[in-house]
């Protein structure tokens, strides 16, 4: 008996609404989270993970009441966040139904935001998210959704990050995202062999033997994906039959 | 039968409470020791760490409320980190007293798998369950936790495997524990729920 490999759909939101974007740019309406969640909870998805990817100060409520009104239409664990930057901020996603917070560039200028995290939620409850992009035979990281670069090397982050508090990596590629070439696999399995806690890959992922790719060269713990989900091109319950008949343990629901 | 959650401060009582509303249970938060006296059925969620859910317990005065409901044969159901607080002691926190309940220690997984043990596992069903009842043998079930309960004991019911077998359900009497996270299991997990709200009275 082991976990299974778990099949994580993404809801980038502007606060609002579901949106999407190629590489963290040119966004346009994917539609209502809720619906969304609801559909993803009945096709059979692990977890989800709705990120506000406008995390402007202003819309923070906006997207509080969409974390709500997901959450109501799941029985699936849920992962929240953007431009989380205090424990408080933390505190109203976890409030409003997450199970999980990600948080990515606060906690690049502030590694001790994830040991507090981790001491008021447990390390289960905490994802540092990480966007990299390759950089010779290396990854960095960027901050603030991709735009700015950062002196960080992603496995070192990676690292530093878990002996901070982090339960959970969940890293991105960003020379893939939005790309649909399938995952960066040299990324994910270097980010996977250096910590000793679960690792979600993200970007450019479109169809099931990229997924069958990122579980076992990737070595991947769950992998995440947007687009083709929300478009239909991809549905979860054909992936997970697909990973299935290729020997990956995957959760079948009946 | 309203069911009270056990409110100890830190614990995210909304998926808990939504998915028993889902199942049109009504649900109260304890509020004070007296809550947890009149309760007709308690609800034990926990996440996080042991010492915070057990220094929660205290600082509201619940320990001994909730020691002596159990011991009147109130249905309770701890979940997670709510069935670790039912043992004497926890490695996790050794120096704080559990609930216990149950004899006996929780102890960490072991250090050569990843942790936390967080996904969906199977739950293998050793002997008859109630709170298990409907549910297949080798049901997946989600799980976020580092430390877990023995799975030899004579009270564990159900085991999942991960390093080692540890308990996956424990029962005794009127006291049911699930280490995994019948709220967020899907249409397992509300069966649990339903099998908890269906307790024999």
């Known amino acids: 008996m082991t976990l299974t490999r778990r099949i994580i759909p993404c809801l980038d939101t502007d606060g609002a609404r579901v949106v999407k974007g190629v590489n963290f740019v040119g966004l346009r309406d994917a539609g209502d989270p809720a619906e969304l969640a609801a559909r993803y909870n009945a096709e059979g998805a692990d977890e989800l993970v709705v990120l506000d990817i406008a995390a402007s100060r202003d819309r923070r409520s906006t997207f509080l009441e969409t974390i709500r009104n997901v959450a109501a239409e799941l029985a699936i664990p849920l992962t929240a966040g953007g431009g989380i930057r205090t424990l408080e901020e933390a505190r109203a996603v976890v409030l409003a139904g997450a199970d999980k917070v990600t948080v990515n560039t606060a906690a690049i200028h502030d590694p001790e935001l994830l040991s507090r995290l981790a001491e008021e939620f447990g390390s289960q409850a905490v994802v540092l998210a990480i966007d990299a992009k390759r950089d010779g035979k290396n990854w960095k990281v ?10 960080l090397d992603a496995v070192d982050w990676a690292k530093k990050g878990v002996s901070h ?3 959970e990596i969940l890293i991105t590629s960003m020379d893939r995202d939005g790309t649909l070439s399938g995952f960066d696999l040299a990324l994910t399995a270097a980010i996977s062999t250096a910590v000793r806690v679960p690792v979600i890959a993200s970007g450019g992922a479109k169809s099931p033997l990229h997924f069958f790719d990122v579980f076992t060269e990737g070595r991947a713990d769950a992998a995440l994906a947007a687009s083709i989900f929300h478009d239909g091109v991809q549905s979860i319950r054909s992936l997970k039959e697909f990973l299935a008949s290729r020997a990956v343990e995957v959760r079948l629901p009946c | 039968m309203i069911v009270t959650l056990v409110d100890y401060g830190a614990g995210n009582l909304a998926s808990v409470e939504r998915a028993l509303e889902r199942l049109g249970a009504a649900t109260r938060r304890s509020e004070s020791p007296d809550s947890i006296e009149r309760a007709e059925a308690l609800l034990l969620p926990g996440v996080g760490h042991f010492a915070a859910l057990i220094r929660g317990l205290d600082v509201r005065g619940l320990r001994e409320p909730l020691r002596a409901a159990i011991r009147r044969g109130v249905p309770f159901l701890g979940i997670c980190l709510g069935l670790q607080a039912l043992y004497e002691s926890s490695e996790e926190a050794p120096d704080v007293p559990g609930l216990n309940i149950f004899d006996g220690s929780v102890q960490g997984l072991p250090a050569d798998v990843k942790l936390p043990h967080m996904g969906w596992n199977r739950v293998r069903q050793l ?6 009842r409907g549910v297949p043998d080798g049901a997946y079930f989600y799980f976020a936790h580092s430390y877990a309960a023995d ?3 004579s009270r564990v019911v159900a085991t999942s495997c991960y390093g080692v077998p540890f308990a996956a359900v424990v029962e005794r009497e009127n ?8 709220e967020k ?11 908890f709200l269906r307790f024999p009275q």
Not at chain 2, 185 to 195: D, H, K, P, Y
Request: net charge negative.
């Open chain 1, 142 to 151: 960027y901050a603030r959704g991709g735009r700015d670069a950062t002196e």
């Open chain 1, 165 to 167: 508090g982090a339960g």
């Open chain 2, 185 to 195: 299991s899907a249409a397992n997990g509300a069966a649990v729920l339903q099998n």
């Open chain 2, 151 to 153: 799975g030899a004991d």
């Open chain 2, 175 to 182: 006291v049911w524990a699930v280490q995994f996270h019948p």
């Open chain 2, 127 to 132: 002997r008859e369950s109630s709170a298990l």
